[in-house]
């Protein structure tokens, strides 16, 4: 068994390591020199880029998605980039990260536009999202924004061949054989996203898996699979809040999502005589994510989201 994640185990160090476009990389082979907004599909580097950025400087490193309320800006980001530290030399560029960037409320975004053009001359701001559009125009402009998304089919090309290839050492390193017939279903399945297609390894390799087959690749696996169960147990108030402010306190957005796509395809699967709900399901979770961004705490959509859909399953 694997001791730890082989996201993070895997996760590149340097930027010729990174799976990237090459207007992406050419673009920060002398460093970070302007505020960046790196945008693009989940497990597409965008986390990974950021921490490569900051090496060697002096760095705060925020998940939105966890801190968003204006004392963040006005105390946190604030003091980091007031303060002055004889280790860090006086010319010693500062970096904010600001992962999540998609994640925040209004008041964090207007109160973190003045703190961006009040810092200028010593930090940097790099932020990270997978939905450009949840973030205000105003905010955006602050940012030379990055598309981490394939932008030609030249571009798809290159980086789906060396990503179907990084795939396939890292299944031989971990035991497991493949063919390339396999190897190309597998790549198919979880391209772009090289997290989700880490996390399903390390699963087979935790079970024990030694022969990649194309039924195992077409075996669904969701993510969220405790959420889903969750909506269909009798409802424990006490119980529900417990496990999610504890474990997904963190991945609003991701929740969210699957609740729109994964959890209809769960239905479908596993509790057929319940697929009568799914349009008040959908209807249910579109309002939630609408009014994602309107409070102050995400998790609070998330819980209230849930107990919801638990009022609807268990009518």
């Known amino acids: 068994m694997i001791p730890e ?50 090496k060697g400087h002096p760095y705060l490193f925020i998940n939105v998605s966890d801190e968003s309320s204006v004392d963040t800006v006005r105390t946190k980001i604030n003091d980091f980039c007031s303060t002055v ?4 030399g006086e010319n010693q560029t500062k970096i904010v990260v600001l992962d999540e960037f998609d994640g925040a409320s209004d008041q ?16 940097r701001f790099v932020a990270t999202c997978n939905y450009l559009n949840k973030i205000p125009e105003a905010m955006r402009s602050r940012f030379e924004l990055y598309d981490f998304d394939p932008i030609n089919k030249q571009e798809e090309d ?8 990084r795939i396939g050492r890292i299944l031989s390193a971990m035991g497991i054989s493949h063919n390339e017939s396999d190897l190309e279903t597998f790549s198919k399945k979880y391209y772009p996203d090289m997290r989700s297609a880490l996390n399903c390894i390390q699963r087979w390799n935790i079970d024990g898996l030694s022969e990649l087959t194309d039924s195992k690749i077409n075996e669904e696996f969701f993510v969220n699979e405790e959420i889903f ?6 409802a424990d108030p006490v119980k529900n809040y417990q496990l999610i402010v504890g474990q997904y306190s963190g991945k609003v957005d991701e929740v969210l999502n699957s609740l729109s796509s994964d959890f209809i395809k769960w239905i479908s699967e596993k509790r057929p005589e319940k697929q009568s709900l799914i349009p008040a399901i959908i209807i249910t979770v579109a ?29």
Not at 18 to 46: H, M, W
Not at 85 to 88: K, T, V
Not at 288 to 299: F, G, H, K
């Open 229 to 234: 169960d969750l909506i269909f147990s009798e």
């Open 158 to 165: 290159e980086i789906s061949l060396e990503w179907k290839e």
């Open 108 to 123: 964090f975004y207007k109160a973190l536009r003045g703190t961006i053009e009040k810092f200028a001359k010593g930090t």
């Open 85 to 88: 530290s004889i280790m860090d």
């Open 5 to 54: 994640l082989l996201t993070e185990k895997l996760r590149p160090k340097d930027l010729k390591h990174v799976i990237l476009p090459k207007r992406i990389k050419s673009s920060f082979e002398d460093g970070l020199k302007q505020n960046v907004l790196l945008a693009g599909s989940p497990g597409t580097g965008k986390t990974t880029m950021a921490k490569i950025l900051i």
């Open 287 to 315: 309002k939630y994510q609408a009014e994602r961004n309107l409070v102050i705490d995400s998790v609070v959509s998330l819980l209230a989201c849930i107990f919801t859909l638990q009022q609807l399953a268990n009518k």
